[in-house]
C-alpha cells in the first residue's frame, strides 16, 4: 500500500472518512506539528495514497480542500515546502487582533 504524508493547515485537524475506513488528520493546535516562521501545520504519516486521493476528489468543493489547507505529499520534506509556500493562507480561524478587530466585530471603549 503506497501511503502519503498530510498536511493540515486547520487548527482542529479532521476527520476524513470513506465507508467504514477513516483517518484523523492532525492540526495545527496538535502535538504532531511542524512550525516555522510562527507558521504551523499539523502532520499525519502513514495515510492511504488510494484513500487519500478518493477523498480529496470526493470533497473537491469543501471549502478547505479549495482554498489548498489540506495537501499531501509522499515525502515529508514536500508537505513541509508547501506548507511553508502557504503560510499566508487563512483559514478563518485566526485570533482576532483586540486593537483591530474589523469586519462587525467593532473595538470597544473599555465602559
Do not use: S
Not at 476524513?16 to 484523523?24: C, H, M, R, W
Not at 511542524?34 to 504519516?45: A, S
Request: proline share 4%; with cysteine; net charge neutral.
Amino acid at each position: 500500500m503506497a501511503t502519503v504524508t498530510v498536511g493540515c493547515k486547520l487548527p482542529h485537524g479532521l476527520i476524513l472518512e470513506i465507508g467504514k475506513q477513516k483517518y484523523v488528520l492532525n492540526g495545527a493546535h496538535t502535538a504532531q506539528v511542524l512550525g516555522f516562521n510562527g507558521e504551523r501545520i499539523g502532520i499525519t504519516h502513514n495515510v492511504d495514497k488510494d484513500f487519500f486521493d478518493k477523498w480529496m476528489e470526493t470533497h473537491k468543493e469543501y471549502q478547505p480542500v479549495k482554498a489548498g489547507l489540506i495537501f499531501a505529499h509522499e515525502k515529508e520534506a514536500n508537505v513541509i515546502a508547501e506548507g511553508k509556500e502557504k503560510k499566508k493562507v487563512k483559514t478563518g480561524f485566526e485570533a482576532i487582533d483586540p486593537d483591530k478587530p474589523g469586519g462587525v466585530i467593532q473595538k470597544g471603549d473599555g465602559n
